[in-house]
């Protein structure tokens, strides 16, 4: 029988209740130190009826943390911040993986303490963000990553987990997406080097795996799951053959037993400002990877349940329409309007736009 977005699904360690998952959002309410507080927790635990919540993106290392008011796993601060999520969403009945990032040569110097970015090659971003006056600021050149910062790099995502499940939460989702650090390595227009991380597919691979191995040992690969964006632009990204990397990629990560494989990639139909119109590989990725796949990317109920009806994916992650419907779920089971995110909120901080989307109430029959 085709799965639909409400039936359960086993996804690594965990039964989880439905299919429809939260997509990972930056919101930027931790603050200059990086520490999700009540504001933060209520927001998850509003949200708590998706089958999966994956967080906002968290930094694993000063060096490659970089968004103004973004939360970090690297202090025992943050950790004990993150706790509170945990229990509040635990406490309304859901599950929560936290999503862990290196910014890479997408954090402006002003932030890192006048230090460059750092990348696998020194390609600057494109692009800006701002800095602590609010100053819209372009990246400097990164610094090209010795071999000790590439290992010093992996320890501190094991670190990061480790952290994570100490504090609570039920696994991560390592952010090989939207060109930060992962993704720069693995796709050739950053990736230049000349050593057993540059070139080839298998090298270019290399620092993903590297990163996806440690975390596994340090947390069990039932709690680990990976993010890839194959065909999007952010921050100035390209690759020659995106199909031929993240194939490539998605089959070394079959071998092992991971939790998920998240796939944020709209349809080339979508209007979605994160396609750029290059054949879509999605639909190569289900066929190599042989574990669980989540698609993301300017989905709807219609859209998601069609997505899983022609077993694409497994399951269907929504961003924006979980921000302004905390209780997505049931207003996908009753057919219930949808209300608009105002984008002016997404990253303003406060509760505005935060907290105050309220549920429906609905009556059931
Ligand atoms: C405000 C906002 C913040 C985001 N932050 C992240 C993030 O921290 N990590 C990430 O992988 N993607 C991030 N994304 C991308 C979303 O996870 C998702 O891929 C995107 O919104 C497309 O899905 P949707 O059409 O269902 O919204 C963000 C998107 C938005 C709108």
Known sequence: ??????????????????????????????????????LVATHYAQRASAGLIISEATAVHPR?????????????????????????VHAAGGRIFMQIWHMGRAVISEAIEGQKPLAPSPIPAAG????????????????????VQIRETVSAFASA???????????????????????????????????????SLENRSRFLLEVVDAVAAEIGAGKVGVRFSPTNAVFGISDSNPKA??????????????????VLEPALDSGSP?????????????????????????????????????????????GIPFIS???LVERFKNNITLTEANPDTFYSGGAEGYVDYAPVEFETA
């Not at 699904?9 to 507080?37: C, E, S, V, W």
């Not at 989702?173 to 230049?192: C, K, M, P, V």
């Not at 089959?251 to 991971?258: D, I, V």
């Open 1 to 38: 029988m085709t799965a639909i977005l409400f039936d359960p699904i086993q996804l690594g360690d965990y039964h989880l209740k439905n299919r429809i998952f939260m997509a990972p959002m930056t919101r930027a309410r931790t603050g200059p130190a990086g520490i999700p507080n009540e």
């Open 64 to 88: 490659g943390d970089g968004w103004p008011g973004a939360p970090g796993i690297y202090t025992d601060e943050q950790q004990a911040g993150w706790s509170t999520v945990a229990d509040a």
């Open 128 to 147: 800006e963000l701002p800095n602590s006056k609010g100053i819209p600021t372009a990246f400097d050149t990164p610094e090209a990553m010795s071999i």
């Open 161 to 199: 987990a480790r952290r994570a499940i100490d504090a609570g939460l039920d696994g991560v989702e390592i952010h090989a997406a939207n060109n930060f650090l992962i993704d720069s390595f693995l796709r050739d227009g950053t990736n230049q080097r000349k050593d057993e991380y540059g070139g």
């Open 245 to 262: 990397i993240f194939t490539y990629a998605a089959r070394q990560l079959s071998k092992r037993n991971l939790a998920y494989l998240h």
């Open 274 to 318: 994160m396609s750029v119109g290059l054949p879509t590989v999605a639909r190569a990725l289900r066929e190599e990877y042989e574990g669980l796949m989540i698609l993301n990317g300017s989905l709807s109920n219609e859209t998601g349940q069609s997505a899983l009806a022609s077993n694409t994916a497994d399951a269907i992650a929504f």
């Open 325 to 327: 419907n905390p209780d």
